[in-house]
């Protein structure tokens, strides 16, 4: 059996672990009623994650004393993050009688995660709230720093709140059900915690991302190595006032492309949209003479190396022309006083937050990429 590590959130009276091993749906019961006593739950999940993986999870509570008073399955993909099963989520919540000392409990991808904390953060203002993250991109993003929310038609994310989990439970088993394209979307947020401000993980992820993706120790180590850069990250800057914003190093561009795309996963999925984003984000940032066009090209190669898309080209099916993408970007929620914020970079693991991006510029970029 492989080792479990735990790593702290360290946010005070609202501290949280994450612990990333195997076999911890089994003993998750026990798990959280060590932390919340007495506390019951409703659980929500999507129907692939359902299949393969709900039942072990009830059974892992309910053997550990923790009655599950409600279940919600909804249909998977990134459509689900809406207004309309906010509300299924919630009317399932309130109708079992939870109480703000009972626990919504998040079992699937970022995409339940990102829902279900949304609800546990507004149902009688605030409920208890554990992550169980079952792909690669929520053990690794998602479940962790308390960003829930749903989508717009508008853009992505622009409804929510930030609501911290009392506890996460990454069960690297369970990686093992997940689709390969879903998996390899999950790498490209790991990739990004090299390409913020850890080129030696970069670099490691370069040499063993064969091992990542085959599973073992490797994984457990790449998984607890990027919730250890989140939880440093949230804990110095919870609610985004200022180095937070890294964490949205090729989103910009990504987050724009989903909504072109109409959060269509055939097209295109969230991890997707971040790899092709942080390779727009390295030659827009060598375009402006603030790195070198080598880098670009290196994380480009990583990218792709381990299937992901690289460029805008690479998405399948119409997109829209570049006005419409900058119009998307300009909802971003890092515009401040109307103007563009972009994580751009000096080099591999050399971020940094750019305020007042030109407009002009950026559209030029577009234009020159979408060819
Ligand atoms: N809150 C944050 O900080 C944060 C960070 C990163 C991403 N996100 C959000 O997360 C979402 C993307 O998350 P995602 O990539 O996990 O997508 P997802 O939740 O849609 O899951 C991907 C797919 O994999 C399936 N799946 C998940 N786990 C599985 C398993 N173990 N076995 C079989 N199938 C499984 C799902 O049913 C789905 O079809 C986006 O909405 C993105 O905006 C949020
Ligand atoms: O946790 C954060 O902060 C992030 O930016 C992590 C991102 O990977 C994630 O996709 C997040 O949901 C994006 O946030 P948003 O504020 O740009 O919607
Ligand atoms: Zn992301």
């Given at each position: 059996?492989?080792?479990?590590?735990?790593?702290?959130?360290?946010?005070?009276?609202?501290?949280?672990d994450?612990?990333i091993?195997?076999?911890?749906?089994?003993?998750?019961?026990?798990?959280?009623?060590?932390?919340?006593?007495?506390?019951?739950?409703?659980?929500?999940?999507?129907?692939?994650?359902?299949?393969?993986?709900?039942?072990?999870?009830?059974?892992?509570?309910?053997?550990?004393?923790?009655?599950?008073?409600?279940?919600?399955?909804?249909?998977?993909?990134?459509?689900?993050?809406?207004?309309?099963?906010?509300?299924?989520?919630?009317?399932?919540?309130?109708?079992?009688?939870?109480?703000?000392?009972?626990?919504?409990?998040?079992?699937?991808?970022?995409?339940?995660?990102?829902?279900?904390?949304?609800?546990?953060?507004?149902?009688?203002?605030?409920?208890d709230?554990?992550?169980?993250?079952?792909?690669?991109?929520a053990?690794?993003?998602?479940?962790?720093?308390?960003?829930?929310?749903?989508?717009?038609?508008r853009?992505?994310?622009?409804?929510?709140?930030?609501?911290q989990?009392?506890?996460?439970?990454?069960?690297?088993?369970?990686?093992?059900?997940?689709?390969?394209?879903?998996?390899?979307?999950?790498?490209?947020?790991?990739?990004?915690?090299?390409?913020?401000?850890?080129?030696?993980?970069?670099?490691?992820?370069?040499?063993?991302?064969?091992?990542?993706?085959?599973g073992?120790?490797?994984?457990?180590?790449?998984?607890?190595?990027?919730?250890?850069?989140?939880?440093?990250?949230?804990?110095?800057?919870?609610?985004?006032?200022?180095?937070?914003?890294?964490?949205?190093?090729?989103?910009?561009?990504?987050?724009?492309?989903?909504?072109?795309?109409?959060?269509?996963?055939?097209?295109?999925?969230h991890?997707?949209?971040?790899?092709?984003?942080?390779v727009?984000?390295?030659?827009?940032?060598?375009?402006?003479?603030?790195?070198?066009?080598?880098?670009?090209?290196?994380?480009?190669?990583?990218?792709?190396?381990?299937?992901?898309?690289?460029?805008?080209?690479?998405?399948?099916?119409?997109?829209?022309?570049?006005?419409?993408?900058?119009?998307y970007?300009?909802?971003?929620?890092?515009?401040?006083?109307?103007?563009?914020?972009?994580?751009?970079?000096?080099?591999?693991?050399?971020?940094?937050?750019?305020?007042?991006?030109?407009?002009?510029?950026?559209?030029?970029?577009?234009?020159?990429?979408?060819?």
């Amino acid at each position: 059996m492989s080792k479990t590590v735990t790593v702290e959130v360290g946010l005070g009276d609202r501290a949280y672990d994450i612990l990333i091993g195997s076999g911890l749906i089994a003993r998750a019961g026990e798990t959280i009623s060590a932390r919340l006593p007495g506390t019951r739950v409703a659980i929500v999940t999507d129907e692939n994650v359902a299949a393969s993986h709900l039942e072990a999870l009830k059974s892992g509570l309910e053997s550990g004393g923790v009655a599950v008073a409600a279940t919600i399955a909804l249909p998977a993909g990134e459509k689900t993050k809406g207004f309309a099963f906010l509300q299924e989520v919630v009317d399932a919540v309130l109708g079992a009688r939870l109480e703000r000392r009972d626990a919504v409990v998040a079992l699937g991808g970022g995409v339940i995660g990102d829902l279900a904390g949304f609800a546990a953060g507004i149902v009688r203002r605030g409920m208890d709230f554990v992550q169980i993250p079952t792909s690669l991109l929520a053990q690794v993003d998602s479940s962790v720093g308390g960003k829930t929310g749903i989508n717009s038609a508008r853009g992505k994310n622009l409804i929510g709140v930030f609501h911290q989990p009392k506890l996460v439970l990454a069960d690297s088993g369970v990686l093992d059900t997940l689709p390969i394209r879903e998996f390899r979307a999950g790498y490209a947020e790991l990739a990004k915690y090299g390409l913020i401000d850890r080129p030696d993980f970069f670099a490691w992820l370069e040499k063993n991302w064969r091992e990542v993706f085959e599973g073992g120790d490797a994984r457990i180590e790449a998984i607890a190595e990027a919730c250890r850069a989140k939880a440093d990250v949230v804990a110095r800057d919870e609610f985004e006032t200022g180095d937070r914003a890294l964490l949205n190093l090729g989103h910009t561009f990504g987050h724009a492309l989903e909504a072109a795309t109409a959060y269509d996963g055939a097209r295109l999925v969230h991890g997707e949209g971040v790899a092709i984003g942080m390779v727009l984000a390295h030659r827009f940032s060598a375009r402006l003479n603030l790195a070198s066009p080598d880098d670009a090209v290196r994380v480009e190669a990583h990218l792709k190396a381990v299937g992901l898309p690289t460029r805008i080209a690479d998405i399948p099916g119409e997109m829209p022309g570049a006005d419409k993408l900058l119009d998307y970007i300009t909802q971003d929620k890092k515009v401040s006083r109307g103007a563009l914020t972009f994580i751009l970079t000096r080099g591999i693991g050399q971020s940094f937050i750019a305020k007042d991006v030109p407009s002009s510029e950026v559209l030029a970029f577009l234009r020159d990429s979408l060819g």
